[in-house]
């Protein structure tokens, strides 16, 4: 008796009898199917199996709890429990999260997701923890490319273009490099701007243009791919920290679990969105010269990459085939 009364004390909180804790996981996107939203849902199934029903994660999308930036907040003081955010958003707090998010970095799709489940994305993931928060996976967003109101082919296409960006340093300097107008804002604000005239342009992979409906704002779409940024899914050290080691074991494991599932519900929904954004009229442009975007972006990893640390692991990713 007595043991069993200081193992649910020990335990705190998560030892409430037999229901399950249920943590909540924020996310921005509108689509209850988004593949992100789906993955931590399928990552909440799992989780419930393997605890015996201890454990079970409730996803508010739609920026239910607010934008990535105030979503971010609450996890890092444990208000909040999960949150899958752009990994750009946590640029500002953890430095290494910076190198999968540098232009033009990865070769391709295949080689961002051997990188990313290897050494250098593991080493990216535990970056974050003297932040507050406990890195568990990378999730596919793709590759980012430019839409606007007509073909962005060139550089000189690009130029005095106001772009929309994420709130972030790294992005408003991507797109200064490639002589256009950064206008941060949050993701939610897009498509009044660009139906208003307030912005020219935004940048987005294929199912987030097609979810956020700004295909009906702007009908070009041009594949600059300058980015394969992953997204990222974050916990609450404070939260992760109170959990027993087996039960940090279930949820690193399930979350792992899920990145698979993602990528799979990536593959089919870009598939599914290319198929509504061009039926719907979207001019898809590829004949972009893309070695012209590339070169102009060396003063964005002059200033970003700046420590030996970063370099080495710019490198890494370079040298993994």
Known sequence: MIRTTLLALATGALALSAQAVEFRSADVHNSDDYPTVAAVKHMSQLLEQRSGGKYKIKVF????????????????????????????????????????TMPFLFDSIPHMRK?????????????CEGQGLVGLAFYDSGARSIYAKKPVRTLADAKGLKIRVQQSDLWVALVSAMGANATPMPTGEVYTALKTGLIDAAENNIPSYEGFKHYEAVKVYSYTEHSMAPEMLVMSKVVFDKLPPADQALFRAAAKESVTF????????????LDIVTKAGAQLVKDVDKAAFKAAMQPVYAKFITTPDLQRLVKAVQDTH
Not at 63 to 79: M, N, P, R
């Open 61 to 100: 999308n739609k920026s239910a709890l607010g934008s990535e930036k105030e979503t971010l907040d609450q996890v890092k003081i444990g208000a909040l429990e999960l949150n899958r955010v752009n990994i750009s958003s946590l640029n500002s707090l953890c430095a290494k999260t910076l190198v999968p």
């Open 262 to 273: 993602q990528r799979q519900k990536w593959d089919e929904q870009e598939a599914k969105a």
């Open 115 to 127: 990188v990313l489940d290897g050494p250098v994305g593991e080493e990216i993931l535990k970056g």
